[in-house]
């Protein structure tokens, strides 16, 4: 022990020497790098330093009126689009590019070409793609009518004869178009074959503008696999003509109830408008039962539906079926259904029976927390896929059960947040949906049945090993050329993180949450870059947040706070801390006394502007039993052995 106490006295004194020539001389280096503007975030004309719209902002849109025709012995899809464009923007348009997703199922599509021989997740069959037929592109009601366009992969550019002028300009394009449902559909659509019949799960369906937008013009990235979707604002009406046993489940409205459903099932979708609880409409008992569901009993029925201020549409059709619904409420008082539809091979309590009642507790918590939702019905449909959103509809594993289905349930629902309310490119920044979404999820596990299903979000420090691995990529890396076992972390989780730690370490929840608000407010059905989430955070919430946006958003740098000693000082202590990683963080204290009391203080991130050591006098006459840094282990701090006092090398054990 006396050695011990020799080695105490000499390191005291070695640090107290340092802490007053600290005090005296003038620091050579700083930090200031870390805390500058690296992010070129300047304000525009068209995008303000605010990190809002500015006077300049414009936003083309596209309005859809589509036809279509399921044959469910050819396993085709066929129909015609009208495409009503109007070019808001400066300047004229010579041509629009569109895309063609279902393009992606050939055998020499960019993405078929490009996937590894081992596969992933994004396998789809090669022997679909569009067939076009009919092609008309004309400006105005009057203009002359053009049929030149080119096929180039999973686009189209189509050309007019006169450019669509800007600041108000229209013109449409009208097309027939076919394909065949692929049965692996990139985990994104296709169909599944179950005991009672095919479900067809329709996304990425019909041919659908690109954006052109004031950061990139056309936004013409291929679709590969990973990168997801960059799409234009507009009102859809769409048609689906399926045979006369089939449901159809749809984004948006059904607008006619009467004809597509028997009496008894309106009267039984009527009663779920009302209830609280899950009502049934179809059971597995009355499956194939049609007399009593369905008006025609031969042929076909056309299944009529609308939305408005949206960026897509899918919907899912079969014969197989089960049905149940129930009533959301909404903040404004507004009442709309969210719905369920699953094979009976999914039906159960522990399976989909609840879907309808996690749907609508999720679709309830993120209308109240952050933003109303916006359409008409909230539907889950169970399918061959892991877990795809479109706006008001979700496509869900028909495997998923309990936790699991809970979870991709909430997760999906979520989307029509972020991409389907905010409209980011996700092809470009998956992190802005993925990641945005993957953060209101764990505070709505938290709210579900007060915690029937835990969110883990908050136990950052069980990725250290992703933070400390030699392959990590940063968050910026686009989806479609990130290393497939690093998409987790830097599309879903990692910034969910960021977001974690700004509302719970950094910022506050009233600060953080006031800001949040506003940034899905200010950008609704629109499209906002990082730089305008960076800069729209960093007003609202009064805070210069630069050093984090850099840090943690851009590059693979780590947080690793630690504390070198606490030492007596003229009557109080000295805690030493240092910053030992690349990203600066405010420091979190909590300081227990030999009294058996406790205090927290947190110091300012600026405390690490001139260096990466500080001193922080702490006033105290109690005597300090130990000193933790980030007490609820709240900061995925790669370094756990240097965040508390006493350490090994001062127990007198």
Not at 610 to 633: A, C, H, Q
Request: with cysteine; net charge negative.
């Amino acid at each position: 022990m006396r050695r011990k106490l020799i080695v105490k006295l000499f390191f005291a004194g070695a640090l107290l020497a340092g802490i007053s020539s600290s005090f005296a001389q003038e620091v050579k280096e700083n930090n200031q790098r870390e805390f500058g503007e690296s992010i070129d975030r300047k304000g525009t004309y068209t995008r303000s330093a605010s990190g809002k719209p500015n006077i300049g902002y414009w936003q083309n849109k596209a309005d859809y009126q589509i036809a279509v025709t399921l044959d469910d012995s050819l396993h085709t899809l066929s129909g015609n689009i009208t495409l009503t464009y109007t070019n808001n923007s400066p300047e004229n348009l010579d041509f629009i590019w569109m895309q063609m997703e279902q393009n992606r199922f050939t055998e020499d599509s960019r993405g078929t070409l490009t996937t590894p021989i081992q596969g992933n997740r994004y396998n789809g069959d090669t022997d679909g793609g569009f067939e076009i037929s009919n092609l008309q592109a004309k400006v105005g009601s009057k203009g002359s009518v053009s049929t030149k366009h080119i096929d180039t992969d999973t686009r189209m550019q189509v050309w007019f004869d006169e450019p669509i002028p800007a600041k108000g300009g229209k013109a449409t394009v009208s097309m027939d178009f076919s394909f065949k449902v692929p049965v692996e559909g990139m985990d994104r659509m296709g169909r599944l074959e179950v005991e009672d019949g095919w479900i067809y799960a329709f996304a990425q369906w019909y041919p659908k503008v690109a954006v052109f937008d004031d950061i990139e013009g056309w936004n013409v990235e291929p679709y590969l696999g990973a990168g997801e979707f960059y799409l234009e604002y507009g009102d859809f009406d769409y048609k689906v003509t399926v045979p006369y046993d089939h449901i159809v489940v749809g984004s948006g409205e059904l607008l006619n109830p009467k004809e597509v459903l028997s009496k008894e099932l309106q009267n039984r979708y009527a009663k779920a408008m009302e209830s609280d609880t899950t009502i049934m409409l179809i059971t597995a008992e009355e499956l194939g039962n049609t007399e009593l569901t369905r008006p025609k009993q031969d042929g076909t029925v056309t299944w009529h539906f609308a939305i408005e201020n949206s960026r897509d549409v899918a919907f899912a059709s079969s014969k197989a079926f089960i049905w149940d619904a129930a009533k959301v409420n909404l903040p404004s008082g507004k009442k709309i259904l969210a719905q369920s539809v699953y094979p009976k091979e999914s039906d159960g309590q522990e399976a989909w029976s609840r879907s309808t009642e996690y749907s609508k507790a999720s679709v309830e918590h993120y209308s109240e927390k952050w933003f109303e939702f916006p359409y008409a019905t909230a539907t889950n449909v169970a399918a061959d896929i892991g877990g795809m959103e479109y706006p008001g509809l979700n496509f869900c594993s028909y495997k998923s059960k309990g936790e699991g289905l809970w979870g991709v349930t909430d997760h999906e629902f979520g989307h029509n947040w972020f991409p389907m309310i905010v409209g980011t490119n996700e092809r470009r920044y998956a992190w802005m949906d993925e990641g945005f979404n993957t953060f209101i999820n764990h505070y709505s596990s938290l709210a579900f049945n007060d915690g029937e299903y835990p969110s883990n979000l908050n136990e950052t420090r069980r990725y250290i090993n992703f933070f400390t691995s030699e392959t990590r990529e940063g968050i910026d890396t686009y989806p479609d050329v990130v290393n497939i076992s690093n998409l987790g972390m830097l599309a879903y989780n990692k910034p969910a993180m960021g977001l974690l730690m700004l509302r719970e370490y950094i910022l506050g929840h009233e600060r953080f949450d006031h800001a949040f608000r506003s940034y899905i407010k200010t950008w609704a059905y629109k499209h906002p870059q990082p730089t305008d989430f960076f800069n729209h955070m960093d007003n609202v919430a009064g805070e210069n947040l630069s050093w984090f946006w850099n840090g943690w958003f851009y590059g693979t740098g780590n947080i690793d706070l630690g504390i070198n000693a606490v030492i007596p000082y003229a009557g109080n202590y000295v805690v030493v801390l240092a910053n030992k990683g690349e990203i600066p963080m405010p420091v979190l204290l909590e300081i227990a006394y030999e009294d058996g009391t406790d205090e927290r203080k947190m110091l300012p991130v600026e405390i690490w502007q001139r260096g990466d050591t500080w001193n922080y006098l702490l006033k105290t006459e109690k005597k300090v039993k130990s000193v933790v840094i980030d007490p609820d282990k709240l900061l995925p701090d790669v370094n756990l052995g240097n965040d508390s006092w006493p350490q090994a090398l001062y127990d007198d054990k």
